[in-house]
């Protein structure tokens, strides 16, 4: 039988206050709320709403949470959800979770979508929107041969309007660099007279949303704009804050946020396409001073024009240029508002970006995710699956294998002992450590399978919490298992498992964790320059082709483990963000930079310079000590 657990903290806890005096000692004073962690440090899961979830259920569960050292949940709506996301039933149950969990103690979060990627409202954006959904330019090559079938039948690239965007003749030339030559664009010539012109074509299409069913049957919006997220914020955010804003902030500290991305209309896309509308091609003109349309070759693959254009663009600025223009508008557009609207509320802004596919920002678009940290309260970042650090990836075990570079593939779908996983934590810890953010949260262990274990937790636990993090947001608790819920990238920490009542403690153990590491700041005199923008001018043909790139990779992960291990403490430093707040006015301790030139293809002037008024800050004495957390586990930073 199942022994109770009285209170949300537990026994252990109980007796650690008990057996504390008065402070004698002014850093004593942290001892009782170290002992027994406050909710607003304990963790919080992702407690999904995928039921009909009525008033008794959801009083049970929080009292589940509550009695077992949790300190509040994410409400999470998610597929096999009963309950109509946003209609006033919705609320009414949103409400009854409040009252049951500020009676308990608990903390209740906000968090803004249904399912994810965040931004499309649980589909009443691009209902709403149908011109703003998320569009993508498809890369198609045609020889002669498939010309004339084209010619012989009708052909959809024919026959609605804005296709194909462009299409050019090109030849190829295996002997010189670039390989391919550009020799005319055919656009506005009937097929008919293309092969006078060669006999092999490059064609730009207009991608079609697609519809989802993770998002319900809807197609994703275009994040770029801001009507969408003018949408987003009244039919979401506004809804809660006219029903709870009273208790945003103390009762609801934060919004997560998850996932959102610059999609290329097909929601996980990990191939070829790339974001795309006449509306970016046209902002993209009045930023940079030219047609986007005329250089859409360049945006896949290096090669040469064999006619004048005006004006003549090298391929790699192109490439640049249109990242930089995603990033600008993605900010301007929707990242800049929701946190100005949660600062404006009251509420923390928190969530993650897809940062996993360091440093390309191709796929699931998303340039230089660092720089987006910048605009959360909680800067933050997920680390999926239970197999992190194993020694052995398919068997039990902790110790810590060497890091081998995966490939795009594994990549894509989050690769086991993942190199990037060190630079993703240091990422976010560095950005809460330049602008003063007190908390660093890590969605953790999702899709850990139901054979994970209290080893896993504990050994990935520790390592984020090493690493910067301190606020850990279990993934996931699930409402019901019933039918397919109970593959929807399980475990669950929950009440059904039998060593439920066993995890109360490392729940404790993290709450003190997480008290602790979020006293004090964090003094860090080496800042390194994260060459994110370096890939900007990449192709995604370049991941597994070009040596070069790849090795600028294996470097950067390279010395960024090293550092860790050699107890160099130091903050990766993002050029957007270097370009906006760089200073070394103030009275600030002098940093010394590390900015790496050779492995950076592109730094903008602004951030330069501000490395260029720390270059002479003398390089700070090695501060050796002995390192009890085991090995590999790096540098945490020096606390004060």
């Given at each position: 039988?199942?022994?109770?657990?009285?209170?949300?903290?537990?026994?252990?806890?109980?007796?650690?206050?008990?057996?504390?005096?008065?402070?004698?000692?002014?850093?004593?004073?942290?001892?009782?709320?170290?002992?027994?962690?406050?909710?607003?440090?304990?963790?919080?899961?992702?407690?999904?709403?995928?039921?009909?979830?009525?008033?008794?259920?959801?009083?049970?569960?929080?009292?589940?949470?509550?009695?077992?050292?949790?300190?509040?949940?994410?409400?999470?709506?998610?597929?096999?959800?009963?309950?109509?996301?946003?209609s006033d039933a919705w609320f009414e149950r949103?409400?009854?979770?409040?009252?049951?969990?500020?009676?308990?103690?608990?903390?209740l979060y906000i968090y803004d979508e249904n399912s994810y990627p965040s931004g499309f409202a649980g589909g009443h954006v691009p209902s709403e929107l149908p011109d703003c959904l998320a569009n993508s330019v498809l890369f198609n090559e045609y020889g002669a041969d498939e010309v004339a079938r084209k010619l012989a039948n009708a052909s959809p690239m024919l026959n609605r309007p804005g296709h194909p965007i462009k299409a050019f003749a090109v030849r190829e030339t295996p002997d010189r660099t670039p390989a391919w030559e550009i020799v005319r664009d055919v656009t506005l010539l009937p097929m008919t007279q293309w092969q006078a012109h060669g006999d092999r074509f490059w064609?730009?299409?207009?991608?079609?949303?697609?519809?989802?069913?993770?998002?319900?049957?809807?197609?994703?919006?275009?994040?770029?704009?801001?009507?969408?997220?003018?949408?987003?914020?009244a039919v979401t955010h506004e809804a809660y804050r006219e029903r709870f804003g009273d208790r945003f902030g103390a009762q609801i500290p934060a919004l997560f946020t998850d996932e959102p991305e610059i999609s290329p209309g097909n929601l996980f896309e990990h191939g070829s396409p790339l974001p795309f509308s006449f509306w970016f091609a046209g902002e993209f003109e009045r930023r940079n001073g030219y047609d986007l349309r005329d250089y859409l070759p360049f945006l896949f693959r290096d090669a040469a024009i064999a006619f004048e254009t005006a004006p003549a663009v090298d391929a790699a600025k192109?490439?640049?240029?249109?990242?930089?223009?995603?990033?600008?508008?993605?900010?301007?557009?929707?990242?800049?508002?929701?946190?100005?609207?949660?600062?404006?509320?009251?509420?923390?802004?928190?969530?993650?970006?897809?940062?996993?596919?360091?440093?390309?920002?191709?796929?699931?678009?998303?340039?230089?995710?660092?720089?987006?940290?910048?605009?959360?309260?909680?800067?933050?970042?997920?680390?999926?699956?239970?197999?992190?650090?194993?020694?052995?990836?398919?068997?039990?075990?902790?110790?810590?294998?060497?890091?081998?570079?995966?490939?795009e593939a594994q990549r894509a779908q989050g690769a086991y002992n993942d190199p990037a996983a060190l630079l993703t934590v240091r990422e976010a810890h560095s950005a809460a450590n330049q602008f003063g953010r007190e908390r660093v949260l890590c969605e953790a262990y999702g899709a850990g399978g139901w054979?994970?274990?209290?080893e896993d937790y504990k050994r990935i636990g520790d390592w984020l919490y090493v690493h910067g993090i301190n606020f850990l947001n279990q993934h996931l608790t699930y409402g019901t298992i019933v039918g397919a819920r109970k593959r929807d990238h399980p475990q669950s920490f929950d009440w059904r498992q039998p060593w439920w009542d066993e995890y109360a403690r490392q729940n404790d153990y993290f709450g003190r964790l997480s008290y602790a590491l979020s006293q004090g700041r964090t003094v860090n005199r080496i800042a390194l320059l994260n060459p994110t923008t370096s890939s900007f001018v990449a192709t995604a043909e370049a991941v597994e082709g070009d040596p070069r790139y790849q090795q600028g990779i294996v470097d950067m992960l390279a010395l960024v483990q090293s550092l860790s291990d050699d107890q160099w403490d130091y903050d990766l430093c993002d050029e957007y963000i270097m370009a906006g707040h760089a200073s070394a006015e103030g009275?600030?301790?002098?940093?010394?930079?590390?900015?790496?030139?050779?492995?950076?293809?592109?730094?903008?002037?602004?951030?330069?310079?501000?490395?260029?008024?720390?270059?002479?800050?003398?390089?700070?004495?090695?501060?050796?000590?002995?390192?009890?957390?085991?090995?590999?586990?790096?540098?945490?930073?020096?606390?004060?």
């Open positions: 039988m199942r022994k109770p657990v009285a209170s949300a903290t537990s026994a252990t806890s109980a007796q650690i206050s008990a057996n504390i005096t008065a402070p004698a000692d002014p850093a004593d004073k942290h001892l009782p709320c170290f002992a027994a962690p406050a909710a607003i440090y304990r963790p919080a899961p992702l407690w999904v709403w995928n039921d009909d979830m009525e008033p008794a259920s959801i009083r049970f569960q929080l009292r589940e949470l509550a009695s077992h050292g949790f300190g509040g949940a994410f409400v999470h709506p998610r597929p096999g959800l009963v309950t109509e996301y946003l949103w409400g009854d979770a409040l009252e049951e969990a500020s009676r308990l103690g608990l903390k064609v730009f299409e207009l991608g079609t949303p697609m519809t989802n069913n993770w998002l319900g049957g809807f197609a994703y919006a275009d994040l770029l704009r801001p009507e969408v997220t003018a949408r987003f914020l192109v490439r640049f240029d249109y990242f930089e223009t995603i990033r600008e508008l993605w900010v301007n557009n929707s990242v800049r508002p929701i946190s100005q609207w949660c600062e404006a509320n009251g509420i923390a802004y928190t969530g993650h970006y897809i940062e996993h596919q360091w440093p390309h920002p191709f796929h699931r678009t998303s340039p230089a995710v660092m720089s987006l940290y910048e605009f959360m309260h909680w800067p933050a970042i997920d680390m999926l699956e239970t197999k992190l650090l194993r020694a052995d990836p398919t068997g039990p075990g902790s110790a810590f294998l060497p890091f081998m570079p995966p490939n054979d994970s274990t209290f009275g600030q301790p002098a940093r010394r930079t590390l900015p790496l030139r050779d492995r950076h293809r592109t730094c903008g002037d602004d951030a330069y310079e501000g490395f260029d008024r720390r270059a002479a800050a003398p390089l700070p004495g090695r501060r050796r000590h002995r390192d009890r957390r085991g090995p590999g586990a790096g540098s945490r930073g020096r606390r004060t």
